[in-house]
C-alpha cells in the first residue's frame, strides 16, 4: 500500500493517546489523526497548554467532530501521574495505540531530579513512558493496538551506552538526551521481542522525526510562536531541517500504516527530513544484551512490570 502523509487512510473509531499533545510533534501527530477521523486523548502536564492545542485542532480542522480530542493530565516524569492518568484511560475501554512522545529536548546544565527521585531526562523521556506501556499494555491487547517510542538520530551519531542511565556521574545534557533516547529506543525493541514471546497481539515499533524545528515550522497561536530571531535561525538550516508538522509523519505512520511491524524502526527518507520510510536503527539500540539490560533498570527504577500474561489473556476473551 503507498502511503500518503498528507491524505492518511479513514481512522474514524480509533483511540489513540499522545503524550506531549500540547505542543511540537505531539500537537502535529494528534492534529494528523484528528483529520483522518480519529479519537486524541492530548496529554501534557499543563491543562491550558493543552486547552490552546486542543482549540487550534479545532480551528484547523473544522469538519472534526467536537469530541475528537479528549484532554488527559499526564507528566511523563512523575510515576503517580502516569499511573492515575492510565488508570483513566483504562476505564474506557480499549486503546488503538500510544504514541510515547513527550520529552525534554533542551536538558538542565546539571543533573536534576524528580519527585521520584530520578534523573529529570531519563524520566521523562524513557522511564515514564516504560510505566506507561505497562498500565496501558491490557488496554492494548483489547485493541490489538501499537505503542511508538520516539527515538532520534543523536543515537547514531554519538550512540553512548547508558551503563548509568541516570548519569549519576558523568553528567552532561546532551549525554543525558542521548541516553535518554538510546533507553528509549531499546525499550521500545525489547518491548517487541517480550510481547512476541508473550503472544500479546500489540507491536511496538520505533520511530523518529528527523531534525524538526519550531522556526521551520507554521505559526499555530498557543502552539507554536517562534520568534522572528528563530524563524531566521532555522530557515539557514533548511537544506537539513523540517517542520514538526513534516517531523510528526513518521509519528503517525508507525502508529497507523497496518503495513508497518513489530520491531520496525522508522523515520524520514534522508535520515533528518523526508517522506516516512523504514530505516535500520543505531546497532546500539537493537542489541538485545542492552534491551534486556534496560528493561531489568527500568522494571526496578519505576516499580512496574508488564502484565504479559493478564495482556494475553485479555486479547483472548
Ligand atoms: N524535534 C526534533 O528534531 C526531534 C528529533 C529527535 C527526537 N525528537 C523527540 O520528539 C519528541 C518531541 O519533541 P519536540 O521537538 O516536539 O519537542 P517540543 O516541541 O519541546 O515538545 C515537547 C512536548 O513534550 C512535553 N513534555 C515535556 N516534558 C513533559 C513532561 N514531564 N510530561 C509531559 N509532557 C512533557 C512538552 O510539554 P510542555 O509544553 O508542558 O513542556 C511538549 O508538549 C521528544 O521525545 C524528542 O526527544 C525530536
Known amino acids: 500500500m503507498t502511503w500518503d502523509p498528507r491524505s492518511l487512510p479513514d481512522l474514524s473509531g480509533r483511540v489513540y493517546l ?15 489523526l484528528v483529520r483522518a477521523g480519529a479519537r486524541v486523548l492530548m496529554s501534557g502536564r499543563h491543562p491550558n497548554r493543552l486547552s490552546a492545542a486542543r482549540a487550534a485542532i479545532r480551528r484547523r480542522v473544522p469538519d472534526a467532530s467536537p469530541d475528537a480530542t479528549e484532554p488527559l493530565i499526564l507528566d511523563t516524569s512523575n510515576l503517580g501521574s502516569v499511573r492515575s492518568a492510565a488508570a483513566s484511560v483504562r476505564g474506557r475501554g480499549g486503546l488503538d495505540g500510544v504514541l510515547f512522545n513527550a520529552g525534554i529536548v533542551h536538558p538542565p546544565r ?5 519527585i521520584d527521585g530520578h534523573e ?5 523521556n524513557a522511564l ?11 488496554a492494548l491487547a483489547v485493541s490489538a493496538g501499537r505503542m511508538v517510542w520516539v527515538g532520534s538520530m543523536s543515537t547514531a551519531l554519538t550512540p553512548y551506552d547508558p551503563v548509568d542511565p541516570q548519569l549519576t556521574t558523568r553528567y552532561s545534557a546532551w ?14 525493541f525489547e518491548a517487541d521481542r517480550r510481547l512476541r514471546a508473550a503472544g500479546v497481539p500489540v507491536e511496538s515499533v520505533v520511530a523518529h522525526p528527523g531534525y524538526s524545528t519550531g522556526g521551520r515550522t507554521p505559526g499555530i497561536v498557543g502552539v507554536n510562536e517562534p520568534s522572528r530571531a528563530k524563524r531566521f535561525r532555522d530557515n539557514l538550516q533548511a ?17 497507523a500504516d497496518p503495513e508497518v511491524a513489530g520491531g520496525e524502526f522508522w523515520g524520514p527518507k534522508t535520515g533528518s527530513r523526508g517522506i516516512p520510510t523504514r530505516q535500520n536503527p543505531s546497532k546500539i539500540t537493537h542489541d538485545p544484551e542492552v534491551g534486556a539490560r534496560m528493561w531489568a533498570f527500568a522494571e526496578a527504577a519505576a516499580g512496574v512490570k508488564w502484565p504479559f500474561a493478564e495482556a494475553a489473556a485479555s486479547a483472548r476473551t
Open 110 to 114: 546539571s543533573r536534576e531530579t524528580t
Open 239 to 255: 537544506a537539513f531541517a523540517q517542520s514538526k508538522e513534516h517531523g510528526a509523519w513518521p509519528l503517525v505512520r508507525a502508529l
Open 128 to 138: 515514564g513512558h516504560f510505566a506507561l506501556g505497562g498500565e496501558l499494555l491490557t
Open 18 to 32: 499522545v503524550t506531549g499533545s500540547n505542543a511540537g510533534l505531539g500537537y502535529f501527530a494528534s492534529e494528523q
Open 120 to 124: 529529570v531526562v531519563f524520566a521523562t
Open 175 to 188: 549525554r543525558s538526551y542521548v541516553q535518554s533516547k538510546v533507553a528509549t529506543a531499546a525499550l521500545g
